[in-house]
């Protein structure tokens, strides 16, 4: 076999297969980070078996895979598509709100993209997540404590997700103080990302790609004039989820000034979350 056609076997099998080994395996384990290592360990050692050729071992030293894992890539290798999860964080305190709506339009689409994708809500005004940064935030921060089991339960959220949505009115130019205060407690030191004095910051959500769906009142002239869009993407998507490592997919403003407001906004909504997993298709 040549070598182009070797490359393009493998990377077949780990575009095919990659996403549903990665989250069977942090089910299994209850690790996310030791899963999305594990995981690629499979496909180096498979790729690595299929360059040596049969009856032929490859001498290069690689990490080993468990033998459940190995076996699932083998039964599952005519598998056409993956299986993929989304958790969509509503961040709106009026379940009647076009916020609501646009969420839930999100997830059709997801689930219109194809019955083996799945997603959840994280309704945080319904569930009555706290967003107060407290002496335990500190103590979690500065690596002296635990996660909180509020925290800890939004930290397993996120780990069984392909991908984070995130749909809120925007306050002020940005986040609602709640979606705000979320960020601040769950996308700690040490989950999140790792501060060293010494190396630097290690971004540890790199697996994650994040979509932004922001609602606004104000029009697209006043965003543009001011700067104020350029701003939210310069301290959202850049300053919190590049600082982690998670690539922003997509980063979409709707506003009220929007042709065919509302019905657009779900229309849009809906075309968004059918995209999420289009590329694992």
Known sequence: MSQLGLKEQVGALYVG???????????????????????????????????????????????????????????????????????IVVAHP????????????????????????????ADLA?????PRFTQADVALHLTKEDPPA????????????????????VHWWSFPALLKGW??????????????PDVGVVKKLQRLQVHLIASGGAD?????????????????????????GARVATSDLLVSSDAGYPSSHLDAAQAIGKRIFAAQQ
């Open 94 to 121: 009026d379940q009647a709100s076009l916020t609501h709506a646009i969420a839930d339009h999100v997830a059709q689409g997801v689930a219109a993209s194809g019955p083996q994708h799945s997603f959840e809500f």
């Open 150 to 169: 509020d925290v800890a339960a939004e930290h397993a959220r996120i780990d069984r997700a392909d991908a984070l949505v995130l749909v809120y009115p």
């Open 17 to 87: 297969h990659h996403g549903w080994l990665r989250n069977w395996l942090n089910r299994r384990l209850g690790d996310a980070h030791h899963a999305a290592d594990l995981a690629h360990d499979t496909f180096v050692q498979h790729g690595l078996l299929i360059a040596a050729g049969p009856g032929r071992s490859s001498s290069k030293p690689v990490a080993q895979p468990t033998n459940s894992s190995l076996l699932l890539v083998g039964c599952h290798s005519d598998r056409e598509v993956p299986t993929m999860h989304a958790l």
């Open 183 to 196: 960020i601040d407690r769950v996308f700690t030191n040490g989950w999140a990302y790792d501060a060293h």
């Open 126 to 130: 319904s569930e009555a997540f706290d």
């Open 220 to 244: 697209m002239r006043t965003y543009a004039r001011h700067g104020y869009f350029g701003a939210m993407k310069t301290q959202i998507d850049h300053g919190i989820f590049g600082y982690c």
